[in-house]
């Protein structure tokens, strides 16, 4: 079985909408292994997004998901990566389909609810940068 990160961004949480994020993922058939309110520091902030450093919103990003907790979520489930990709959505949620969170939650790409891993490699970084080793 395959692990994944996943967090609930600071609108959704705002929005009191962790039960209902979660639970899409139970519906799928996720396991929730470990999960925690966090408030992000800017430091971390800045690595989780480092892909997106030179990308003109990037401050504006950083200001998002440090605006308030996140609920970060390490889910495990069958390959984990690509299903829970799929249940979010695309990133912005004017493209992303019905049925799926970014699509039934969010209308802006810049508070789009959910993050979740793309890649098996992502994945493992995340989870140690979220809950540490082990
Ligand atoms: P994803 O979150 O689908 O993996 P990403 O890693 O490319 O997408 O980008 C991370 C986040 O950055 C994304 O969830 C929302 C924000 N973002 C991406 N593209 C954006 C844009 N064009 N304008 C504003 N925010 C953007
Ligand atoms: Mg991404």
């Keep these: 079985m ?11 949480v705002k929005r009191g909408l ?3 994020i979660v639970a ?23 690595v989780h997004y480092g892909h997106l450093r030179a990308k003109p919103f990037f401050g504006e990003l950083v200001d998002f998901i440090t605006s308030g907790p996140v609920f970060a979520m390490v889910l495990e489930g069958k390959d984990a990566i690509k299903n829970s990709r799929l249940l979010i959505g695309a990133t912005n949620p ?17 508070a789009n609810i959910v ?11 995340e989870i140690e940068r979220f809950f540490g080793k082990g």
Excluded: C, W, Y
Excluded at 2 to 12: A, H, I, L, Q, R
Excluded at 31 to 38: H, N, Q, R, S, Y
């Design 24 to 46: 899409r993922f139970e519906n799928k058939g996720f396991t929730l292994v470990k999960g925690e309110l966090m408030q992000l520091s800017r430091e971390k902030a800045e």
């Design 94 to 110: 004017s493209e992303a389909g019905a049925g799926t969170i970014r699509g039934d939650f969010a209308l802006d790409v810049e």
């Design 115 to 125: 993050h979740g891993s793309d890649s098996a490699e992502n994945a493992e970084i």
């Design 2 to 12: 395959e692990k994944t990160f996943v967090m609930v961004k600071p609108d959704g």
């Design 18 to 20: 962790i039960g209902a």
